[in-house]
């Protein structure tokens, strides 16, 4: 059957096939042959792209579609393997039996498409000067996993962590932080960021959530759809770069939580959670997607022709290219079984819809082979390599293909940039708890104790960052030395590792508590990628309970058993269940990971320089037992409690953030109360500071569809808007409610506005007790 539904398809390509073989012969025709068009900058993209095609061998066209890692990466894999697995890898941490010498040789032959993990400008134009040695002087597109400022690279930005950046509910920073990125990325000749992230995080065991922007459909598009737009601008100057959305689709709803293991869930909560953030960043323009690690309903997403073919091209146009993620079409033999053979595997992920492979060696003499066998026509190959090709055309690489290496650092790290970073991590960071201590006193509080396993470390840049030079990084302790120096801070280090934190470390803290003023307590995990195998979050580091690792809440309850206030500092990429620490601590901060200036933004936070306006993006539990645990739940789901007395509730509300100004609501006005399927309603709230401090609060509207032909969620979020307000002031905000946030899929599976009583809530959270609350009616006409 799967032999047969591929070669219908492959029928369905005929007349694309036919068409394009028009366009080359017209064009040789018209003497293209005599004059290489596709290196005239002012000529149209298309003809440039149809004149270079024509040139091509199909060797070079199949190895357009194949990535590499870099030869630097390669080496650096090579000298840490045993002397086992240098034998039975030939002295090649990637590729058996294949150096990276020969890398550089296929580069300078032009079959070499795309690479991944170069992190130097000097490597990646070394490698583009390799590709323009080959015949047709093809340039290479240098991608990377620059997911919150290039921080895979080192001295680049390190902007907040995406869920960090979630938190502040600021659009209009996913935007800024989007496009320095790709102005640092351009600066060392790098073209494609594998972001954004756009998966919505259901499962907090999942170590994958920092990297995306929470548990929100809605609030995940908005930040997609800028972060898109940021990155690529009109993909037509050296200043913008290829956006990836990833990864296609519903890997964040695992089946245990782990990275990459089977997703089986509905049509419907496919099309009402997890598609909408891909169908918005197709529409803004994104010109390339990552298909997910996972299975979905028990077929691979990197074989999956509905997802790409159905889903993807015909329902949404998508007119980008597809890449696939680490092996993952190998994996349709040696994991999935999906596949007989490696050969088979390339086959089947091709015919549903694949353009380029990361990667590996065996690309490109397998599928010119079923090419040659007839299998996959080579206008199957044409298609993919016009995307690709038209990417490398609209970003100047022809014209352009070396960076500037005298002028980089001119871009990288700029004042600008570190500037944003500073203000990114200040309106990231969520403040959870205060009974009053917050913020802090200099002259109440004159000796602080400061411990924990990331008090003073690297660790709060986060997942997918480098290690950076101490001058270019503030960790916390670093920041309140500096925000407050009239206090004396008395440090206890734990280590960085909270898996191999000392006892006697521990009881010291405990000692040194009971003479100090105040206790902060700086835990959470370890993300740094450099000590991969000692990480607690972050890519493939899933875990089974979130609860704090190793001794970390032993060393909270004794600091706290000495009676001084305690507050804790989190550092983390997936929420963590602190049930103790909410119920006898004196604050609570989210920090998650705030990048290179996230030190001096919890400072400035701790001790007031700062006013919070963080909210959570994502729903903390209570335990790992209460998963799933989401805001946007259905109505039966908590209709039996727990036994034992266990709460249904969660620790802490999406939507939820402290300030150290009050707030607010008032006078919930709709304008309309009945519309008809078409109409729209606009709702207007008051909202005043009733403080003494300036803040900005974080105004969420939430619909709820009362009465309907299939179960919906008890609320989600429609709208939000960031609203600053002097101390005292009021002001009306207003959202419109159109047509597009009322519809739903009915039980025939079409979207539409049902008529009936929709509940409209305004307020500071998705907790019932801080929402307003108004009524309206659609009706038939």
């Known amino acids: 059957m799967l032999y047969l539904c591929a070669e219908i398809l492959i029928m369905k390509q005929m007349k694309k096939i036919v068409a394009s073989m028009t366009i080359v012969s017209a064009l040789t025709a018209c003497g293209g042959d005599d004059k290489e068009v596709y290196r005239d900058a002012s000529a149209p993209v298309a003809d ?190 050296e200043d913008d770069v290829l956006a990836c959305i990833k990864h296609f689709v519903a890997g964040s709803e695992p089946i245990n939580g782990t990275n990459g293991s089977p997703t089986d869930l509905s049509e419907r909560t496919l099309r009402e959670v997890f598609f909408p953030s891909f169908e918005a960043g197709v529409k803004a323009g994104a010109m390339s997607l990552m298909t997910a690690h996972n299975e979905l309903n028990g077929v691979p997403c990197h074989s999956n022709q509905w997802l790409m073919g159905d889903i993807l091209r015909g329902e949404w146009n998508f007119e980008g290219f597809v890449v696939s993620d680490w092996m993952d079409i190998e994996h349709l033999n040696d994991l999935h079984a999906t596949a007989e053979n490696l050969k088979e595997a390339f086959y089947q992920s091709i015919v549903a819809g694949m353009d380029m492979h990361m990667h590996g060696i065996h690309w490109n003499e397998m599928v010119v082979a079923l090419v040659k066998e007839g299998r996959i026509p080579e206008g199957r190959i044409d298609e993919s390599v016009r995307r690709i090709l038209g990417v490398k055309f609209r970003l100047g690489l022809f014209e352009h293909p070396l960076a500037d290496e005298a002028e980089t650092m001119k871009i990288r790290l700029s004042d600008e940039h570190r500037a944003t970073a500073l203000d990114a991590a200040r309106n990231g960071i969520v403040l959870l708890k205060n009974n009053g201590v917050l913020p802090l006193s200099t002259t109440k509080y004159k000796r602080v104790l400061v411990t924990g396993i990331n008090a003073d470390d690297q660790n709060i840049l986060g997942d997918w960052s480098a290690p950076e030079k101490p001058e270019n990084v503030t960790t916390i302790l670093e920041g309140l030395r500096a925000v407050a120096p009239d206090v004396q801070f008395d440090f206890v280090d734990q280590g960085w590792d909270p898996c191999n934190m000392d006892p006697k470390q521990v009881a010291l803290a405990a000692a040194r508590a009971r003479t100090a003023d105040l206790n902060i307590v700086v835990a959470g995990e370890y993300m740094m990628r450099f000590r991969w195998n000692q990480r607690t979050d972050g890519e493939d580091t899933d875990r089974s309970n979130l609860d704090l690792v190793g001794l970390q809440n032993e060393l909270i309850e004794k600091v706290a058993a000495s009676g001084k206030p305690t507050l804790l500092v989190l550092v983390n990429g997936r929420p963590l269940g602190v049930q103790w620490a909410a119920e006898h601590l004196d604050g609570i901060v989210e920090a998650w990971a705030p990048g290179m200036y996230g030190g001096q933004a919890v400072a400035e936070i701790l001790y007031g320089k700062v006013n919070p306006s963080a909210k959570l993006a994502i729903t903390i539990p209570r335990s790992v037992g209460q998963l799933q645990m989401i805001y946007n739940h259905k109505p039966s789901q908590y209709f039996h409690p727990y036994a034992a007395g266990e709460p249904g509730t969660p620790l802490y509300p999406f939507g939820y953030g402290l300030s150290y100004t009050t707030y607010q609501y008032s006078d919930l006005t709709l304008a309309q109360k009945e519309i008809t399927r078409d109409g729209s309603v606009n709702v207007s709230v008051r909202v005043t500071n009733t403080g003494n401090r300036d803040g900005v609060e974080i105004v969420q509207l939430y619909l709820r569809d009362r009465f309907s032909s299939v179960t919906r969620p008890v609320k989600e979020l429609k709208d939000f808007a ?12 207003n959202f419109r409610i159109t047509p597009d946030k009322l519809a739903f899929y009915n039980q025939r599976m079409k979207k539409m506005v049902e008529p009936g009583e929709f509940i409209v809530m305004v307020g500071a959270s998705s907790d019932d007790n801080q929402l307003l609350k108004g009524r309206f009616w659609v009706i038939e006409g």
């Open 722 to 733: 960031r609203v600053p307000l002097k101390a005292g002031e009021s002001k009306v905000v």
């Open 48 to 237: 440039r792209i149809e004149d270079l095609l024509g040139r091509m061998t199909l060797e070079e066209k199949v190895g357009q579609m194949n990535q590499f890692v870099g030869i630097e990466h390669i080496k650096a894999n090579s000298a840490v393997m045993t002397e086992d697995e240098l034998k039975n890898n030939t002295a090649n941490a990637f590729y058996p039996g294949f150096t990276y010498h020969d890398v550089e040789k296929w580069t300078a032959q032009g079959v070499i498409g795309s690479f991944l993990h170069v992190l130097t400008i000097e490597e990646a134009n070394y490698l583009q000067k390799l590709a323009l040695k080959s015949r047709l002087q093809i340039p290479i597109l240098f991608g990377i996993d620059a997911i919150h400022g290039n921080a895979n690279a080192p001295d680049n930005t390190v902007y907040p962590t995406n869920i960090n950046l979630a938190c502040s509910f600021d659009t209009l920073m996913a935007y800024r932080i989007a496009r320095e990125t790709a102005r640092e990325m351009r600066a060392m000749n790098m073209h494609w960021t594998f972001n954004p992230n756009v998966e919505v995080a259901r499962d907090a065991r999942w170590g994958r959530v920092g990297e995306t922007y929470g548990e929100d459909p809605y609030l995940v598009t908005q930040l997609g759809i800028q972060s898109v737009k940021g990155y690529q601008g009109n993909l037509n100057s």
